[in-house]
């Protein structure tokens, strides 16, 4: 978790971002190319672990939260889906999902960069449990 805590730190520093609202978006590929990324088998792990705990923390079928290629996990109580698309989904790539779950960027932050693609009337309500994990 120290490899990402500093790539995250890095790629914060490399596009000036302080945290706060505004500043720049999108995946670890084209934001903070400078910083130095960790192995793809860390991110991995990272952004399952984070993922699997808002699972366990945050139990139920309503919502899907997926990270391609990493994760998808579902959570929130409420109405179980089992056939087809889910009708709440929020995908995001690992960067933006790992700022998410570090508290470094807040759920309007990523949904207002387009950084986050969040369909159905709970999708949203993944935000009441973020943070998950300090990094």
């Known amino acids: ?7 995250l730190d890095a790629v914060d520093q490399d596009t000036g971002d302080d945290g706060a609202a505004g500043g720049s978006g999108g995946d670890g590929d084209r934001d903070g190319a400078a910083a130095a990324k ?3 088998a860390v991110v991995a792990e990272a952004v399952r672990r984070s993922a699997r705990t808002l699972e366990s923390v945050a139990p139920g079928h309503s919502v899907e939260v997926r990270v391609p290629p990493f994760v998808a996990v579902q959570c929130i109580e ?4 089992t056939r087809g698309t889910p009708p709440n989904v929020v995908e995001t790539d690992a960067l933006t999902w790992l700022r998410l779950a570090a508290g470094r960027w807040s759920w309007e932050r990523a949904v207002a960069a387009g950084s986050v693609a969040a369909s159905g009337s ?13 990094l």
Do not use: C, D, N, S
């Open 1 to 7: 978790m120290l490899a990402v805590r500093a790539w």
């Open 78 to 81: 409420g109405p179980r889906h």
């Open 122 to 134: 709970r999708a949203a309500e993944i935000a009441r449990w973020l943070p998950i994990v300090p």
């Open 38 to 40: 960790p192995p793809r």
